[in-house]
T-cell receptor, first 117, second 117 residues
Framework: AQKITQTQPGMFVQEKEAVTLDCTYDTSDQSYGLFWYKQPSSGEMIFLIYQGSYDEQNATEGRYSLNFQKARKSANLVISASQLGDSAMYFC??????????????FGQGTILTVHP | GAVVSQHPSRVICKSGTSVKIECRSL??????MFWYRQFPKQSLMLMATSNEGSKATYEQGVEKDKFLINHASLTLSTLTVTSAHPEDSSFYIC?????????????FGPGTRLTVT
């Protein structure tokens, strides 16, 4: 069974600084995908970044980068140059490769990020 | 533009009544859709997998007779909360995975906020 753990219920960061949101996972699958989503107060789920289990390089998307440490089963999200609009809830999620669970996402508990001016 | 729509975005109903929530895939056909439930400041929990042309697959602990899912076409899945009670008040989100492998493309609907009085 999969499990995603986000140990930081809340994080605070000063505007323009970088922040790291932690995520660890547990799976017996060799092939899997890791995702980070942002959920503002409106409730929409905004895709930020994806890392495949076989990807050798850490994923990057603009100000977002994923620090993927496969041996440690961690997939931390790094947000550089934080902006006030980054204040939201952030979810780490894992997707199974196939079979009857194809496409299903398992989410972590979430981290509420607050960016201070 | 939106790839997945949900209707309604908000609904208030009285205890004991039934509520139907629609999830539409606007840009592509979807043989599978997922329904999640999210309580305030908590994670998204998968309720069920909606399968076009066959019965939905429910997660452990989700009452299939209470949460009726119908995947009537390749673009529409509906979730009906029957005999709703205040504890069913929640944010319901559908998602549509893309086909094939571990592509990161999974599209979420904007969510439906249900309040049962």
């Amino acid at each position: 069974a999969q499990k995603i753990t986000q140990t930081q219920p809340g994080m605070f960061v000063q505007e323009k600084e970088a922040v790291t949101l932690d995520c660890t996972y547990d799976t017996s699958d060799q092939s899997y995908g890791l995702f980070w989503y942002k959920q503002p107060s409106s409730g929409e789920m905004i895709f930020l970044i994806y890392q495949g289990s076989y990807d050798e390089q850490n994923a990057t998307e603009g100000r977002y980068s994923l620090n993927f440490q496969k041996a440690r089963k961690s997939a931390n999200l790094v947000i550089s140059a934080s902006q006030l609009g980054d204040s939201a809830m952030y979810f780490c999620a894992m997707r199974e490769a196939g079979g009857t669970s194809y496409g299903k996402l398992t989410f972590g508990q979430g981290t509420i990020l607050t960016v201070h001016p | 533009g939106a790839v997945v729509s949900q209707h309604p975005s908000r609904v208030i109903c009285k205890s004991g009544t039934s509520v139907k929530i629609e999830c539409r895939s606007l840009d592509f056909q979807a043989t599978t859709m997922f329904w999640y439930r999210q309580f305030p400041k908590q994670s998204l929990m998968l309720m069920a997998t909606s399968n076009e042309g066959s019965k939905a697959t429910y997660e452990q602990g989700v009452e299939k007779d209470k949460f009726l899912i119908n995947h009537a076409s390749l673009t529409l899945s509906t979730l009906t909360v029957t005999s709703a009670h205040p504890e069913d008040s929640s944010f319901y989100i559908c998602s549509v995975p893309t086909a094939g492998g571990l592509s990161y493309e999974q599209y979420f609907g904007p969510g439906t906020r249900l309040t049962v009085t």
